[in-house]
């Protein structure tokens, strides 16, 4: 798989994990709290050093970087619930999150 179509497919996968905390209390807490295992349950590859933050309240495009020893640095921003959608349109877009179809085995 190219690299573009990875992170496309990473982009798809987030923004339905995003969704689902906007209209689901219990997975938003459990995102901001365990981030990397909410992300690996959707099927992202992440390896075991990898850290995962979520900047809630921002809007900005999700940041990967590197940090001294190699570790991968993933920052998630969570942006507030756009009041322009309903939550019908909001559930449409998140039902398929945990869809292993979204699987991305070997991207990290």
């Known amino acids: 798989m190219k ?4 992170q496309k497919l990473w982009e798809t996968v987030l923004s339905k ?3 689902k905390t906007w209209i689901d209390e219990d997975f ?4 901001i709290s365990e981030p990397a295992v909410v992300l690996r349950e959707s099927g992202m590859a992440l390896s075991d050093t990898a850290q995962v933050i979520v900047n809630q309240g921002q809007a900005n495009t999700s940041v990967l ?4 020893g190699g570790m991968t640095i993933y ?6 619930k756009p009041e322009s959608l309903t939550d019908e349109q909001i559930s449409a877009w998140a039902k398929n999150t945990m869809d292993k179809g979204y699987f991305l085995k070997g991207s990290c």
């Not at 970087?65 to 001294?68: D, L, R, S």
């Open 3 to 6: 690299s573009s179509e990875k």
């Open 17 to 19: 994990i995003v969704a």
């Open 28 to 31: 938003c807490q459990r995102f």
């Open 65 to 68: 970087t590197t940090a001294e």
């Open 75 to 80: 920052q998630v921003n969570l942006p507030s």
